[in-house]
């Protein structure tokens, strides 16, 4: 079974602060994504990657960095809290083989922004 | 027009009943459809993948493909309180398969 796991389920950080969000996953998949998702507004992509050191912007980048330096780990980086980003946030990775490009969704962060 | 259209709900449905849930979307070349489950304060599980026209089906859910009419749906045979969650439509398109779509989902409460 496909397996992502995000570094915490549940972060309280202040205004201001460097936040990190860490996914990994185990089954050498190429792609990897970040969403946030807010009452009424569903899911929405913030950046993802489709290899190592590769990234392209989502929908919603602005306020938001990411790292990915191993094929495993993908990272999301607020460089800045603000309120604003108090949301769900999860990570997703998908394979390019084959025909299908499902995606697999870690358990999800909730990050409350004071 | 938003991309992916679900009826948000809440689509109540006794127990034992077939709960139909429905989405449209406006991209003609979407190419792969899926179906997320997702229980509350939870994140999304896969469910059902359909890339053709017609039914298919897993268990007690059937996904239901129209391409020619943009829409697809999810069946649920036998609904069980347990099904009760919010029910995600994700579409990807042909020329960027490797990003999906979300609808916004539909509640579904299955009531004993």
């Known amino acids: 079974d496909v397996k992502v796991t995000q570094s915490s389920r549940y972060l309280v950080k202040r205004t201001g602060e460097k936040v990190f969000l860490e996914c990994v996953q185990d089954?050498?998949?190429?792609?990897m994504f970040w969403y946030r998702q807010d009452p009424g507004l569903g899911l929405r992509l913030i950046y993802f990657?489709?290899?190592?050191?590769?990234?392209e912007k989502g929908d919603i980048p602005e306020g938001y960095s990411v790292s990915r330096e191993k094929k495993e780990r993908f990272s999301l980086i607020l460089e800045s809290a603000s309120t604003n980003q108090t949301s769900m946030y999860l990570c997703?990775?998908?394979?390019?083989?084959?025909?299908?490009?499902?995606?697999?969704f870690g358990p999800g962060t909730r990050l409350t922004v004071l | 027009q938003k991309e992916v259209e679900q009826n948000s709900g809440p689509l109540s449905v006794p127990e034992g009943a077939i709960a139909s849930l429905n989405c449209t979307y406006s991209?003609?070349?979407?190419?792969?459809f899926f179906w997320y489950r997702q229980y509350s304060g939870k994140s999304p599980e896969l469910i059902m993948s359909?890339?053709?026209?017609g039914d298919k089906e897993d268990g007690r859910f059937t996904a239901q493909l129209n391409k020619a009419s943009q829409y697809v749906s999810l069946l649920i045979r036998d609904s069980q309180p347990s099904d009760s969650a919010t029910y995600l439509c994700?579409?990807?398109?042909?020329?960027?398969?490797?990003?999906?779509?979300f609808g916004t989902g539909t509640r579904l409460q299955v009531f004993p």
């Open positions: 089954m050498d998949h190429e792609n």
């Open positions: 990657s489709y290899d190592v050191k590769m990234k």
């Open positions: 359909i890339y053709s026209n």
């Open positions: 991209d003609r070349v979407s190419q792969s």
């Open positions: 997703a990775s998908s394979s390019l083989a084959g025909d299908y490009n499902e995606q697999f």
């Open positions: 994700a579409v990807s398109s042909l020329f960027n398969t490797d990003k999906l779509i």
